[in-house]
């Protein structure tokens, strides 16, 4: 089974991924991620991704598109992914329909994590974010064990570009306009769940209960 995860940026889509991973030894694909660690390592890729990253903008959907096939067919990715920010625009949901029908795959189930604005635009100002691991914390709510440092492997934790209170309207935006219209385009895969504030443990038993898995 593929799910995607849909939801505005900050409503736990990356959180949920690794429980997902651990719990239902499921994959993981982030296109975020992707992207960030193409900028780290200077690639082209990453070059062409940077400004856009940087202002809360979208990466261009054929950019974004040619860079997902390639890493689903290199890991040949067909079955068991999480798909964590990816589609994004109704164009990509297309072209990946098509990619996946082509290699007699699809996409199964879309879990719409629906949350107030209030609530991500609060834990975006606080996240913070392993430079190695890509492990996410908050300041308030997750803090690590030491100040500015990971849990896991000691590295530096850093507030991401994006996260700026200026790109953060941006991208809330950007979400409205370009990636809500999502819901509607996969009307029949949808499987809504309605956080609230309340917490990942609760959120996380409702979407197994939910699609039995
Ligand atoms: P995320 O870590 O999912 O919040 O993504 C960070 C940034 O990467 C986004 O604000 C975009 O600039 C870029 N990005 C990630 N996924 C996509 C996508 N599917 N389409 C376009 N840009 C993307």
Not at 15 to 39: A, P, Q, V
Not at 64 to 87: A, C, E, Q, R, S
Request: charged residues 30%.
């Amino acid at each position: 089974m593929n799910l995607l995860l849909l939801g505005l940026p900050g409503s736990g889509k990356g959180t949920f991924s690794e429980h997902l991973e651990k719990e239902k030894k499921m994959l993981h694909m982030s296109t975020g991620d992707l992207f960030r660690k193409n900028i780290d390592n200077k690639t082209k890729l990453g070059l062409d991704a940077k400004k856009y990253l940087e202002s809360g903008k979208y990466v261009p959907d054929h950019i974004t598109i040619d860079m997902v096939k390639d890493y689903i067919k290199k890991n040949n990715y067909f079955d068991n992914l999480i798909y964590d920010g990816f589609p994004r625009t109704v164009f990509q949901a297309q072209a990946l329909d098509d990619f996946l029908i082509e290699n007699n795959s699809k996409l199964d189930k879309v879990i719409y994590i629906d949350i107030q604005e209030e609530i991500v635009v609060n834990r975006l100002k606080n996240r913070l974010v392993c430079s190695k691991c890509q492990s996410i914390y908050n300041k308030k709510t997750k803090a690590p064990l030491k100040e500015g440092v990971c849990d896991f492997d000691g590295e530096k934790l850093l507030t991401r570009k994006d996260d700026l209170p200026e790109n953060i309207a941006i991208r809330l935006q950007v979400y409205k306009e370009q990636t809500s219209p999502l819901l509607d385009y996969y009307n029949e895969r949808i499987f809504n769940v309605n956080i609230g504030d309340h917490n990942i443990e609760e959120f996380i038993k409702t979407v197994y209960d939910g699609l039995k898995i």
